[in-house]
Nanobody, 124 residues
Framework: QVQLVESGGGLVQAGDSLRLSCAAS????????VAWFRQAPRKEREFVAS????????YYADSVRGRFTISRDNAKDMVFLQMNSLKPEDTAAYYC?????????????????WGQGTQVTVSS
């Protein structure tokens, strides 16, 4: 079992940066791949970025590639999402998710553990 708690969301202006954090509980966190998803009102939850258990491999949605960076610190059981050059269309609730195994996936159905989410609002 893994419990995930997100933090770092807030209200920012277009062009600003935010860093989201995901704190995990669990003794073998490095054996879990972790991803960030987001969900805007009246829209489906969508993949943002994922990172392998060891932090060597990462994968991004086209919409955020080059602006967002996912990273992790397994010694502290933490995963981060650095978001730069934010746009109003990035406004959403952001969720951290984990799946056992090192393979990184983009489908929500592949992740077994989810946090409660943190809201990011980008004004124009």
């Amino acid at each position: 079992q893994v419990q995930l708690v997100e933090s770092g969301g807030g209200l920012v202006q277009a062009g600003d940066s935010l860093r989201l954090s995901c704190a995990a509980s669990g003794r073998t966190f490095s054996s879990y791949a972790v991803a960030w998803f987001r969900q805007a009102p009246r829209k489906e939850r969508e993949f943002v970025a994922s990172i392998s258990g060891g932090g060597v491999s990462a994968y991004y949605a086209d919409s955020v590639r080059g602006r967002f960076t996912i990273s992790r610190d397994n010694a502290k059981d933490m995963v981060f999402l650095q978001m730069n050059s934010l746009k109003p269309e990035d406004t959403a609730a952001y969720y951290c998710a984990a799946r056992q195994g090192s393979a990184i996936m983009a489908a929500t159905s592949r992740y077994d553990f989810w946090g409660q989410g943190t809201q990011v609002t980008v004004s124009s």
